[in-house]
């Protein structure tokens, strides 16, 4: 702590490079443009890409925001990498001096080192680490909602929330003035018009089956195959496999409802049926996908999804059969 408001002492005189991992998201952008509040002077550098809720949040805050190209040759005084200790994750650090790391994920076998490294594996976010190192009486309204905006969409609505996420969230709240649903109002992204558009027309080619108590579902679609298969579970599916074809290559997206705590990985899953469409599978264990470049084989590949998630499900019960739930 000694050394963190030491660190932000130094920060307060300099000029700062503020910049996270690749893809950056809500938490990231958010803990970026907090520090910023801190520095001298500050540009936040992206690697590539923000999602739509990054770019919502630095378009309702005027945020100016740098790519790598605008600031080449650029000398800081600082450079303060938030939400990633990944070098793979932050191509765009190497060969560079990074003075300080303030992330919350697990270690990576390519950790980044940093003078100042503070990471916190049980902290829900980047801004819930932040809300806690950074001294209580600078953070003002706007500070204070975009520390909440940043933890309620890292936190997955607080799925991931401890109690000291709540603690966090309890000022943050008290010092933005408003309620959680009208927080959840402004950070509020509608999903691309496209992407529903493609996901219902998904559904309409849409198939499921009951195995005991679970329902597997899946389809194929044009585009946007992880929105398709998030949205099979919120329509009642336990288990959904979305293919889409391309010309030359063929993906699947995979997922397992997270309230199951069955041992089934979709992961495993992936890995299994990937060669089938000629290429390879990975993820978590309840997100999880493939990729290969025989789109010809997708529909025997998403059968195999099926028929593998039924093999899981019957061998949980020494009879063979899925375990009835009798309430
Ligand atoms: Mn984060």
Same mark, same amino acid.
């Given at each position: ?192 018009? #496209? ?44 288990? #959904? ?19 199951? #705590? ?66």
């Amino acid at each position: 702590m000694q050394k963190f408001s030491s660190f932000l002492a130094k920060a307060s005189k300099s000029n700062c490079m503020l910049t996270f991992h690749s893809l950056g998201d809500l938490d990231a952008i958010a803990s970026a443009y907090v520090f910023s509040r801190f520095c001298k002077s500050a540009k936040i550098v992206i690697p590539d890409h923000i999602n739509a809720e990054a770019r919502h949040f630095a378009l309702q805050n005027a945020l100016t925001l740098h790519s790598l190209a605008d600031v080449q040759g650029e000398k800081f005084g600082l450079t303060i990498l938030l939400d990633c200790s990944s070098a793979k994750l932050a191509v765009h650090m190497a060969g560079r001096k990074i003075d300080a790391i303030i992330d919350h994920h697990e270690p990576h076998a390519d950790e980044l080192f940093a003078p100042l490294k503070i990471v916190k594996e049980d902290a829900s976010s980047t801004c819930e680490m932040l809300a806690f190192l950074l001294p209580a009486k600078k953070i003002d309204e706007k500070i204070a909602y975009a520390l909440a905006a940043g933890i309620v969409s890292d936190s997955a609505h607080f799925r991931s929330a401890s109690a000291k996420t709540f603690k966090a969230m309890h000022s943050l709240l008290q010092k933005c003035g408003c309620t959680y649903s009208q927080l959840l109002q402004a950070c509020h992204v509608p999903t691309d018009i #496209s992407a529903r558009t493609t996901t219902l027309q998904s559904f309409q080619r849409m198939q499921f089956e009951n195995a005991g108590n679970y329902i597997i579902a899946w389809t194929i679609t044009n585009a946007y195959e992880s929105h398709a298969a998030l949205s099979l579970l919120n329509i009642g599916a336990d288990f #959904s496999f979305v293919g889409h074809a391309g010309k030359k290559t063929a993906r699947i997206s995979a997922r397992m409802d997270s309230s199951l #705590s069955l041992p089934i990985s979709m992961a495993d899953i992936m890995r299994e049926v990937a060669p089938l469409i000629g290429g390879s599978g990975g993820g978590h264990k309840y997100a999880a996908g493939a990729s290969g470049d025989s789109p010809a084989k997708l529909n025997e590949a998403l059968c195999a999804c099926v028929r593998l998630t039924n093999k899981k499900l019957l061998a949980l019960k020494d009879d063979g059969h899925v375990q009835k739930i009798e309430w």
